[in-house]
């Protein structure tokens, strides 16, 4: 199992609504290595289905942006946080299963099959020592 102090750690980076269409394509790779990758990831949750119901979601509420107006923002808004916390959950998951690797190379080759980002914090832990 990955030491606390070493384990590395998922991570997703997003950027609030200015960028929502590369948060949806980025949460879709997501999807996509996890579904690809059950063996690893048997009952992801949420549901990857859940995860999906939410982004086409957020992507139509995008879309009514073109031809709303105020209101539509704030939906789309709502229809983000609701992804993003979907996400989040499904990160969590992910991180719980690549702690309990067998060791941190385990650890990073699960993360990596998932989609999301690595950090490595045994790498992190040693350049810190050396300086």
């Known amino acids: 199992m990955a ?3 070493k384990r590395p750690k998922v991570i997703f980076s997003v950027s ?6 590369d948060f949806i394509i980025g949460v879709r790779t ?3 290595c996890v579904g690809n990758n059950s063996t690893i990831f048997p009952s992801p949750v949420p549901t990857l289905d859940y995860i999906a119901e939410t982004i086409a979601s957020l992507e139509t509420a995008e879309m009514l942006i073109k031809v709303g ?5 704030a939906e789309r808004n709502l229809k983000y946080d609701i992804a993003l ?8 998951y ?3 299963i690549a702690d309990n690797a067998q060791d941190e190379d ?3 080759s699960i993360i990596n099959a998932s989609g999301f ?9 040693e350049a810190s020592v050396v300086r």
Do not use: C, F, H, Y
Request: hydrophobic fraction near 45%.
């Open 94 to 96: 992910i991180q719980n």
């Open 69 to 73: 107006g105020e209101s539509s923002i």
């Open 16 to 21: 609030k609504p200015q960028r929502t269409n």
């Open 106 to 108: 385990a650890a990073m």
């Open 85 to 92: 916390n979907a996400v989040k959950d499904l990160l969590g």
């Open 30 to 32: 997501i999807i996509w």
């Open 3 to 5: 030491t606390l102090n």
């Open 117 to 125: 980002g690595l950090i490595d914090t045994a790498a992190k832990l």
